[in-house]
């Protein structure tokens, strides 16, 4: 196989490689309905079942959880409040709260977190307004919940009362506390106490339960996410980012929970730990609860029915005595999946973002991009000072593959009027006669291919880095390009990319073979077609990387071309 061919092949296979990953999108995309359509059989099939939910109920503990005092999991509340028919949440008072990084509303029916936006991070529909990451309108559902399990405590469904129905974190204060008092039933006074922080996105949720009664409690809490199945915000691109549930424990790491797999109770996951947290994910953005480590919970998947899920944790609250006061607290993150702050929040909650099949190459290339980006400011110049670091790591391995290329070049007549010479012959004789060609002229055939080889991988890598990484999102670079994750509104860049990838085409040999001649003219333009739909960082990284190998390649070319042509013999 001649270089030609190794290097049609190398394209073909990438190529492959990322139709291949479009189908997977495409399956992807197709699971809302196939979800919908089991949980609808779901639904009618375990009306009677040993489920651990009641409907929306509150969960019920597993046995490993569960006290002596018998769970009932009923909560007291008000008489029926309004329901909106689109979502199934009933609806109260809505509390606002606003800090500096989150516009949050509160109902007072069940106490949920219906909507939050943050203000730090822009929406894709508009720029002008903060993305919404929690939103409880129709057709989105993704709220926050909590409440707790026992004969008479209050849950989900709970109407609260509060003091006030606005609260805006003031300058000078460092944080602003919510509290929600549920009604009393037998002596028992429950509140919850919603904490936000100024610069954070933890929210610090908290279960204070007065026992004025006359038996102890032996109280649960859970804290849950409960959203549907289509992702705030969809990935455009033909690589799909995970949209579901995962869970990280110290035992078996991190795990993903598929939706599809909640809906047919197919999900695999640890139950009781001790450890860890469970979040719902999507594209860029976490809402994650992150109890203390070393207490004991319970983690829960479940489908609803329809279109709805939810996933969560159940902790114990203990023993609390009549005249005592017990509280349980777990936070709540809800925000962007940057991954230097979600490291130091938890344990293995920087794994959420993820580079796929190649992260051992991407995680380093998102450090080198993050160094870079904090002495410039500026990723797209990052982006550029990443790819002439790894053309300057590769250097010399690019330096022989060149040098394979203007060999092969100048000996492109000769090897012409060799096959000229076998045509129509035994064609075994022919690649034979072109090997002992290539160990007389001291010619690597297959050293072009080291530069193309080096780049696959980085290329793939830095795809995904661009694709998962929140930082770079609305990230701008220059003039027209303001979101290097998404693609180039003017294709400029790709077609100056077209245009590099002609260029480079020239410097190389010639393909002896017609259709090989045809197929490499039409890469370019094919490339370009491609680029067209790829985030502007990646396609900057290529037409760098592009540039810099020309510059190489036609000095290379020059220096090495007229050593390796023969003197002519004068007669």
Same mark, same amino acid.
């Given at each position: 196989?001649?270089?030609?061919?190794?290097?049609?092949?190398?394209?073909?296979?990438?190529?492959?490689?990322?139709?291949?990953?479009?189908?997977?999108?495409?399956?992807?995309?197709?699971?809302?309905?196939?979800?919908?359509?089991?949980?609808?059989?779901?639904?009618?099939?375990?009306?009677?079942?040993?489920?651990?939910?009641?409907?929306?109920?509150?969960?019920?503990?597993?046995?490993?959880?569960?006290?002596?005092?018998?769970?009932?999991?009923?909560?007291?509340?008000?008489?029926?409040?309004?329901?909106?028919?689109?979502?199934?949440?009933? !609806?109260?008072?809505?509390?606002?709260?606003?800090?500096?990084?989150?516009?949050?509303?509160?109902?007072?029916?069940?106490?949920?977190?219906?909507?939050?936006?943050?203000?730090?991070?822009?929406?894709?529909?508009?720029?002008?307004?903060? +993305?919404?990451?929690?939103?409880?309108? +129709?057709?989105?559902?993704?709220?926050?919940? !909590?409440?707790?399990?026992?004969?008479?405590?209050?849950t989900h469904q709970t109407h609260y009362t509060t003091e006030s129905e606005s609260y805006t974190l003031a300058a000078g204060e460092d944080k602003i506390e919510i509290r929600l008092s549920a009604p009393e039933v037998e002596g028992i006074k429950a509140t919850k106490i919603y904490t936000?922080?100024?610069?954070?996105?933890?929210?610090?949720?908290?279960?204070?339960?007065?026992?004025?009664?006359?038996?102890a409690l032996q109280p649960f809490s859970y804290f849950q996410v409960l959203r549907d199945v289509v992702p705030v915000e969809a990935s455009m691109f033909i690589m799909p980012q995970f949209n579901g549930a995962t869970v990280y424990t110290e035992e078996e790491k991190f795990q993903k929970?598929?939706?599809?797999?909640?809906?047919?109770?197919?999900?695999?996951?640890?139950?009781?730990?001790?450890?860890?947290?469970?979040?719902?994910?999507?594209?860029?953005?976490?809402?994650?609860?992150?109890?203390?480590?070393?207490?004991?919970?319970?983690?829960?998947?479940?489908?609803?029915?329809?279109?709805?899920?939810?996933?969560?944790?159940?902790?114990?609250?203990?023993?609390?005595?009549?005249?005592?006061?017990?509280?349980?607290?777990?936070?709540?993150?809800?925000?962007?999946?940057?991954?230097?702050?979600?490291?130091?929040?938890?344990?293995?909650?920087?794994?959420?973002?993820?580079?796929?099949?190649?992260?051992?190459?991407?995680?380093?290339?998102?450090?080198?991009?993050?160094?870079?980006?904090?002495?410039?400011?500026?990723?797209?110049?990052?982006?550029?000072?990443?790819?002439?670091?790894?053309?300057?790591?590769? +250097?010399?391995?690019?330096?022989?593959?060149?040098?394979?290329?203007?060999?092969?070049?100048?000996?492109?007549?000769?090897?012409?009027?060799?096959?000229?010479?076998?045509?129509?012959?035994?064609?075994?004789?022919?690649?034979?006669?072109?090997?002992?060609?290539?160990?007389?002229?001291?010619?690597?055939?297959?050293?072009?291919?080291?530069?193309?080889?080096?780049?696959?991988?980085?290329?793939?890598?830095?795809?995904?880095?661009?694709?998962?990484?929140?930082?770079?999102?609305?990230?701008? +670079?220059?003039?027209?390009?303001?979101?290097?994750?998404?693609?180039?509104?003017y294709y400029v860049l790709p077609v100056i990319m077209g245009i590099s990838m002609y260029i480079q085409t020239k410097l190389n040999p010639a393909a002896t073979d017609p259709i090989q001649q045809k197929v490499m003219q039409l890469m370019p333009l094919v490339f370009s077609i491609f680029?067209?739909?790829?985030?502007?960082?990646?396609?900057?990284?290529?037409?760098?990387?592009?540039?810099?190998?020309?510059?190489?390649?036609?000095?290379?070319?020059?220096?090495?071309?007229?050593?390796?042509?023969?003197?002519?013999?004068?007669?």
């Amino acid at each position: 196989m001649d270089i030609k061919k190794l290097v049609l092949v190398m394209v073909f296979f990438t190529s492959g490689l990322f139709l291949w990953e479009e189908w997977q999108a495409g399956q992807h995309k197709s699971t809302a309905p196939q979800v919908a359509t089991t949980a609808n059989k779901a639904a009618q099939g375990t009306a009677g079942s040993d489920s651990k939910f009641e409907d929306d109920g509150a969960p019920v503990p597993g046995e490993k959880l569960v006290s002596s005092q018998q769970i009932k999991g009923t909560g007291s509340g008000e008489d029926a409040a309004p329901v909106a028919a689109s979502t199934g949440l009933e !609806s109260g008072t809505r509390i606002t709260v606003k800090t500096d990084m989150v516009l949050a509303v509160i109902d007072t029916a069940g106490g949920d977190i219906r909507d939050l936006d943050l203000l730090n991070h822009p929406s894709r529909a508009d720029k002008s307004i903060p +993305f919404a990451l929690l939103q409880s309108e +129709f057709p989105r559902v993704n709220v926050a919940q !909590s409440g707790l399990i026992g004969e008479g405590l209050p849950t989900h469904q709970t109407h609260y009362t509060t003091e006030s129905e606005s609260y805006t974190l003031a300058a000078g204060e460092d944080k602003i506390e919510i509290r929600l008092s549920a009604p009393e039933v037998e002596g028992i006074k429950a509140t919850k106490i919603y904490t936000f922080h100024r610069g954070s996105y933890v929210i610090d949720v908290k279960f204070e339960i007065d026992n004025q009664g006359s038996k102890a409690l032996q109280p649960f809490s859970y804290f849950q996410v409960l959203r549907d199945v289509v992702p705030v915000e969809a990935s455009m691109f033909i690589m799909p980012q995970f949209n579901g549930a995962t869970v990280y424990t110290e035992e078996e790491k991190f795990q993903k929970i598929p939706l599809d797999e909640i809906a047919d109770e197919t999900a695999t996951y640890p139950k009781n730990t001790d450890n860890g947290w469970l979040a719902m994910q999507e594209h860029y953005f976490l809402t994650a609860w992150l109890p203390k480590a070393g207490t004991k919970r319970e983690n829960f998947a479940k489908h609803h029915g329809g279109y709805k899920y939810s996933a969560g944790i159940i902790v114990p609250a203990g023993t609390i005595q009549p005249g005592e006061i017990g509280r349980v607290a777990v936070p709540l993150y809800v925000g962007p999946q940057e991954q230097s702050k979600l490291a130091a929040l938890a344990p293995g909650l920087d794994l959420v973002v993820d580079y796929g099949w190649l992260t051992v190459i991407g995680a380093p290339l998102f450090w080198l991009l993050s160094f870079f980006h904090s002495w410039t400011g500026n990723w797209g110049v990052a982006i550029i000072l990443l790819t002439m670091l790894v053309k300057l790591i590769f +250097f010399p391995l690019s330096a022989a593959g060149y040098r394979s290329m203007a060999k092969l070049k100048a000996v492109a007549p000769r090897l012409k009027t060799l096959r000229e010479q076998h045509k129509g012959k035994d064609k075994q004789k022919m690649n034979q006669a072109m090997m002992e060609f290539y160990k007389t002229e001291k010619i690597n055939p297959m050293g072009g291919c080291l530069p193309i080889l080096v780049q696959i991988p980085i290329f793939i890598s830095l795809y995904w880095v661009l694709l998962a990484s929140v930082e770079l999102r609305y990230a701008p +670079f220059a003039l027209w390009i303001k979101d290097l994750s998404m693609p180039d509104p003017y294709y400029v860049l790709p077609v100056i990319m077209g245009i590099s990838m002609y260029i480079q085409t020239k410097l190389n040999p010639a393909a002896t073979d017609p259709i090989q001649q045809k197929v490499m003219q039409l890469m370019p333009l094919v490339f370009s077609i491609f680029f067209f739909f790829f985030p502007a960082g990646l396609v900057l990284y290529s037409l760098v990387n592009n540039t810099l190998s020309i510059l190489q390649q036609w000095q290379i070319t020059r220096m090495y071309a007229p050593s390796t042509v023969p003197a002519v013999k004068k007669k």
